[in-house]
């Protein structure tokens, strides 16, 4: 009897010894009619590995050190005479406007000439790089700009300015393998600038630089050599300006000057065909190690006719020959002017 005591005290002992901790999260029952959730989706495979480097392409990049300025020398001299205007004048009458014809007198535009100019290339201590525009025999920058890695100008520079230093500085985007070609961000004519009196046509563009060869030199160097040509056509018709109202003298005598029809002779400027063609061939060597010209020789052509807006052409006018070369030193800083006292 004892013993059967002792046994149920012993399993009422290890059934309170079972008991569930407080506490415990009991998961809720899901109510009825409710499908049971998706197995969880597989984990995304990783991103595929990107293809090993063309070993027969290159990346061409200015190597520039902060505090040590990349500088070279831009030549431009011309290979012909200063170009002389080919503007066709409307014939004018004589006092007495008897039929005699002669042409009136056109000044020739100036030639814009953006050089000899020095570009010095550094990069800030932000780590941007910059461009110097310096007049040769000058300290003060002429013109400032801000470039990416390859030489693209970001911003600073118009004209033939920007034009020219995008010819000599800029590099091309992609890797690059032997015969492979792409374009600059040139702007030979600058539509914009046309004005309303010019009617153009389609212009005719072709903007191509090609990498001719890489081959390599002492040191583990690899020359690449590229190749430019580039143009661009622009044709169109120029409309003629009213001509201011005449005396009471005048239009009579005009009017009395009518053709066999018996209408008054137009007191406008007839349309005259006008046009602008430029074209820029180079060929330079760049050090692909290095990070900088070995050479580079360059010129630029440009011809226009009939009244051709000067504005819109955004290219030294004539026959240019473009000499790039590596200079040592950079200019002593301009001086400040001191405040009165």
Excluded at 46 to 52: F, G, L, R, V
Excluded at 272 to 295: C, H, M, N, Y
Excluded at 329 to 337: D, L, V
């Amino acid at each position: 009897m004892k013993q059967s005591v002792f046994g149920l005290v012993v399993a009422l002992s290890l059934t309170a010894c079972k008991e569930e901790p407080r506490g415990k999260m009991e998961p809720i029952p899901r109510p009825p009619g409710m499908k049971d959730a998706p197995p969880p989706a597989e984990a995304a495979p990783a991103a595929a590995a990107e293809p090993p480097a063309d070993p027969s392409k290159v990346v061409l990049r200015w190597k520039l050190a902060q505090g040590a300025p990349t500088s070279y020398r831009l030549d431009i001299e011309r290979t012909g005479g200063a170009p002389a205007s080919t503007e066709e004048a409307a014939p004018t009458k004589s006092a007495k406007g008897k039929g005699k014809e002669k042409p009136a007198p056109v000044a020739a535009a100036p030639a814009a000439l953006p050089g000899p100019v020095t570009y010095f290339m550094e990069r800030t201590d932000s780590g941007d790089y910059r461009l110097r525009v310096v007049p040769v025999g000058s300290n003060v920058d002429a013109d400032t700009a801000t470039l990416s890695e390859r030489g693209f100008v970001l911003d600073g520079l118009q004209g033939a300015t920007r034009n020219t230093a995008t010819l000599v500085l800029e590099l091309p985007r992609d890797p690059v393998g032997t015969g492979d070609a792409w374009s600059l961000g040139t702007e030979l004519i600058l539509m914009e600038a046309l004005g309303p009196q010019f009617q153009a046509g389609q212009p005719e563009r072709s903007n191509r630089v090609k990498l001719a060869s890489l081959t390599p030199a002492d040191g583990g160097e690899q020359v690449a050599t590229l190749e430019y040509d580039i143009s661009e056509k622009l044709a169109g018709k120029v409309r003629g300006k009213e001509e201011p109202a005449t005396s009471p003298a005048r239009a009579a005598e005009e009017d009395a000057e009518a053709d066999d029809s018996g209408r008054p002779r137009p007191r406008t400027t007839p349309e005259t065909s006008a046009s602008a063609e430029v074209s820029i061939t180079g060929r330079g060597e760049f050090l692909v190690k290095a990070g900088r010209w070995r050479s580079w020789e360059g010129t630029i052509t440009s011809v226009t006719k009939g009244g051709f807006p000067a504005a819109a052409l955004q290219v030294p006018a004539g026959a240019l020959k473009l000499r790039l070369t590596a200079v040592e030193s950079a200019p002593a800083p301009a001086p400040t002017a001191q405040p009165q006292q």
